[in-house]
């Protein structure tokens, strides 16, 4: 699902009497003769600030980062990629248990340590600005050779679409202090397959669509495209902030009967809304004293308490460098950390796509929906530390019976997998495909509108990705779950670029 731009969340960061801490971080898989020094850090220790740290964090411009493949996480059960036929075999007979084990693979997988103290493998694959440089000479090298920011976070842009504005559930989103910025990555296949075949390339795409060709290129079998999502814990100059608050999941909202349409309806379902918390400690070594949520989130901490205070190493993270910290938006520092509490996931192992979503959350045993602790509890053992911290769900078809790429219906029961902190803000207007379908509600099959963000499917809204450079009124739009054709007849008009909504929000 495509980012969100201005998606803010609704709460404040306090301010304690203590300095933010700083350390270096091992770069084995960056070239030294590029940058004398790095200190992004993912690692699951912290220390207090040191001058050293610092000045190297200061000092360290974009380097030369060697993008890392999928390594193998040594899970039984689980492959990658995974023949399609298998994957498929796993929709039609609903086994969910291989679903699950396989959306944990590809997380331990991605999350995996480059070195030990490194980056993580996730971090290494190239952003849509590091190909925009390494498409002038396109080549598998190109963005081996091309020095880069790691960690170039942005204001998150989903919400912009189609040359309008699209509107958060929350008026006050757009003006809160707390807010999410964002990644996107491709792996070194996917990477090497838009820089190739000139993806980014307004002009490109728009003579593949005037020559008649329908969709761009499909993507290569194990090609993986992600949002990595970032809370900034940005401190001020001198300010010696501690603790950050961060909103948390309480699960989707309740179902409640609509008597004018005849439906059972969901809302739109923001963070102002969740009603909880966590504090995160930026000072805190090795794992933190959270156990459970902070139901008040005062502003001014009077909240906060060690049961639901949690390390910055109970996530995963980074601290910016200058130049990180200079291209975030707002601005941030040196030194600055920053969590990761959301990433969408996806790989081409079939031809709609797997598509998985993950979260942090305080009770990764036991998380809410869209997931659940069925899910939780086929967490590998190979799954370790921070990354274990984190929820997931799947979106491998949009419903059950599974669907075929063409001539099938809207008739199964909805598959809802969705980012709580990406698309639960969503209203009917940022939906405007969307179709009613069918779910469960007290153990009841009942008709719901599947119009908001509690009720969309990864799959769903990227089956309608497309390039549409004539403004075509009734292309593909953004839609909650539904079944989508893949021969529709709304396409007509317009290039589909196999699921990636990054490909026409990124061409120029």
Not at 437 to 455: E, H, L, R
């Amino acid at each position: 699902m495509r980012i969100v731009r201005g998606l803010s969340l609704s709460l404040l960061c306090v301010t304690a009497l203590t300095i933010v801490g700083c350390k270096a971080e091992k770069t084995s898989n960056v070239d030294a003769t590029a940058s004398s020094a790095s200190a992004e850090s993912t690692t699951a220790t912290s220390t207090t600030t040191a001058p050293a740290a610092v000045s190297a964090l200061v000092a360290s411009p974009a380097t030369v980062v060697k993008p890392v493949p999928m390594p193998n996480p040594h899970i039984p059960g689980y492959n990658f990629p995974e023949p399609e036929p298998t994957i498929i075999g796993w929709t039609q007979t609903n086994n969910q248990k291989a679903i699950n084990l396989h959306g944990w693979g590809l997380w331990t997988a991605l999350t995996e340590e480059t070195t030990p103290g490194g980056m993580r493998v996730f971090e290494t694959w190239a952003a849509p600005d590091d190909l925009f440089t390494a498409s002038a000479t396109p080549s598998p090298m190109a963005v081996e050779q091309t020095p880069r920011l790691t960690h170039r976070l942005k204001q998150p842009r989903q919400f912009e679409h189609g040359g309008r504005k699209l509107l958060l559930a929350s008026p006050a989103a757009t003006t809160n202090p707390f807010s999410i910025q964002v990644l996107v990555k491709y792996d070194p296949t996917a990477a090497t397959h838009i820089t190739t075949n000139n993806l980014f390339s307004a002009s490109n795409l728009t003579s593949m669509l005037n020559a008649g060709k329908a969709a761009v290129p499909d993507f290569p079998n194990p090609a993986i495209s992600l949002k990595p999502v970032y809370y900034p814990l940005t401190t001020t100059p001198g300010g010696g902030q501690r603790y950050f608050i961060l909103p948390t999941w309480p699960g989707s909202p309740a179902l409640t009967f609509n008597s004018a349409k005849n439906m059972w309806v969901s809302k739109p379902f923001p963070n102002s809304l969740w009603k909880q918390c966590v504090w995160i400690d930026i000072q805190a070594k090795g794992k933190g004293t959270g156990t459970g949520v902070d139901t008040t989130c005062a502003s001014n901490g009077s909240s906060r308490t060690p049961a639901n205070t949690y390390s910055v190493d109970d996530f995963i993270h980074f601290q910016m460098t200058a130049a990180e910290a200079a291209a975030a938006n707002p601005p941030a520092q040196a030194g600055d950390y920053a969590v990761l509490v959301a990433m969408h996931v996806t790989s081409r192992e079939i031809t709609r796509w797997t598509w998985q979503t993950y979260w942090w959350v305080p009770n990764p045993d036991n998380p809410t929906a869209p997931s659940s602790a069925a899910i939780a509890a086929d967490r590998p053992s190979q799954l370790t530390g921070a990354p274990r911290n984190y929820a997931h769900c799947t979106g491998y078809d949009f419903a059950n019976p599974a669907t075929p790429l063409t001539g099938g219906n809207n008739n199964g029961q909805s598959i809802y997998c969705f980012n709580p902190y990406l698309e639960a803000p969503f209203s009917p207007p940022v939906l405007p495909d969307s179709i009613p379908g069918n779910t469960m509600n007290a153990g009841k099959p009942v008709k719901t509108p599947n119009d908001v963000g509690a009720q969309t499917n990864c799959m769903s809204c990227h089956g309608q990705a497309n390039w549409n450079p004539n403004n075509v009124a009734n292309a593909p739009d953004y839609t909650g779950d539904r079944y989508i054709d893949m021969n529709s007849p709304q396409f007509k008009g317009t290039l589909k670029v196999d699921f990636l909504w990054s490909i026409p929000g990124n061409a120029h």
